[in-house]
T-cell receptor
């Protein structure tokens, strides 16, 4: 069954330090996509980064990078040089071919707090 | 380019009433998905519409329904509201027009529904 697991309900990080948010996934499909979204208190889900199951390189987008370990079925988000504005909920999500790719499965989220 | 627009942003309804939420996707996007977000259940997929047809459906009772118009705008309706329907309802649009796991979803700010 498709499933996303985020085991860290809350995380604290000091401003300017790096932080890793954990995500493990489960799917029987060979082709799938993994996404990370940020949700500030305003409610909008903001896309951060994408990793495809066939991508050989780890994805990077500015201060965000994805540590993709396919054999372990993990897709951890690394935020470098944390900023106060990074305080938000972070969700890991997956699309696979089960629903023609039309459905995102989300984890429970991790609340990140950046301390000055 | 305008983002995904959801209206209204906030709504208070009484048990037993019905409600209609609206979502205008990004211009050119034909796929619209709806998600329900609650503290207890997290983010759950409601349904996806593509070219006015429901392509995927989540595990929600028949009180939850939706439709999509020829201009890709979508509405979701909840009839006979229950207290447990109180949630943030998020709409996402994407360019996806075929089976694809790498399509990014762009989210609106959501409609926060409170049932009293």
């Amino acid at each position: 069954a498709q499933k996303i697991t985020q085991t860290q309900p809350g995380m604290f990080v000091q401003e300017k330090e790096a932080v890793t948010l954990d995500c493990t996934y489960d799917t029987s499909d060979q082709s799938y996509g993994l996404f990370w979204y940020k949700q500030p208190s305003s409610g909008e889900m903001i896309f951060l980064i994408y990793q495809g199951s066939y991508d050989e390189q780890n994805a990077t987008e500015g201060r965000y990078s994805l540590n993709f370990q396919k054999a372990r079925k993990s897709a951890n988000l690394v935020i470098s040089a944390s900023q106060l504005g990074d305080s938000a909920m972070y969700f890991c999500a997956m699309r696979d071919l089960t629903n023609q790719g039309g459905k995102l499965i989300f984890g429970q989220g991790t609340e990140l707090s950046v301390k000055p | 380019k305008a983002g995904v627009t959801q209206t209204p942003r906030y709504l208070i309804k009484t048990r037993g009433q019905q409600v209609t939420l609206s979502c205008s996707p990004i211009s050119g996007h034909r796929s619209v998905s709806w998600y329900q977000q609650t503290p207890g259940q997290g983010l759950q997929f409601l349904f996806e519409y593509f070219s006015e047809t429901q392509r995927n459906k989540g595990n929600f009772p028949g009180r939850f329904s939706g439709r999509q118009f020829s201009n890709s705008r979508s509405e979701m309706n909840v009839s006979t509201l229950e207290l447990g329907d109180s949630a943030l309802y998020l709409c996402a649009s994407s360019l996806q027009n075929r089976v694809s796991v790498n399509t990014e979803a762009f989210f609106g700010q959501g409609t926060r529904l409170t049932v009293v």
